[in-house]
């Protein structure tokens, strides 16, 4: 199984940006598809974006495209989300997941982290 733990949350405001870090304590990070999710308050958890194996193939929701970009070092078993132009409905708490899918799904994800809040505010 894979722990992950994920850092770079904040307070921002609209306009603002973020990058999050998410580590991984596998030696086979490589071989994992991984993904970023969030959960607002009394919604549902939510795809944000996901990178493959190799870096190749990056996927992001639709709402966050040209915003949010994802990638991954595999050489020091992390995965980053550089978040720009930060909406209030951003607001969120984000997640950090592994998969062997290149899914959306969260339930096609193997493990989570505790997550990292996110909120957008003026």
């Known amino acids: 199984q894979v722990h992950v733990v994920e850092t770079g949350g904040g307070f921002v405001q609209p306009g603002g940006s973020l990058r999050l870090s998410c580590a991984a304590s596998t030696p086979t990070f490589s071989t994992y598809v991984m993904g970023w999710f969030r959960q607002a308050p009394g919604k549902e958890r939510e795809f944000v974006a996901h990178?493959?194996?190799?870096?190749?193939?990056?996927v992001y929701k639709q709402s966050v495209e040209g915003r949010f970009t994802i990638s991954r070092d595999n050489a020091k078993n992390s995965v980053y989300l550089q978040m720009n132009s930060l909406k209030p409905e951003d607001t969120a708490l984000y997640y950090c997941?592994?998969?062997?899918?290149?899914?959306?799904?969260?339930?096609?994800?193997?493990?989570w982290g505790q997550g990292t809040q996110v909120t957008v505010s003026s």
């Open positions: 997941a592994a998969s062997l899918l290149l899914s959306t799904r969260p339930d096609d994800f193997l493990s």
């Open positions: 990178i493959s194996r190799d870096a190749f193939i990056t």
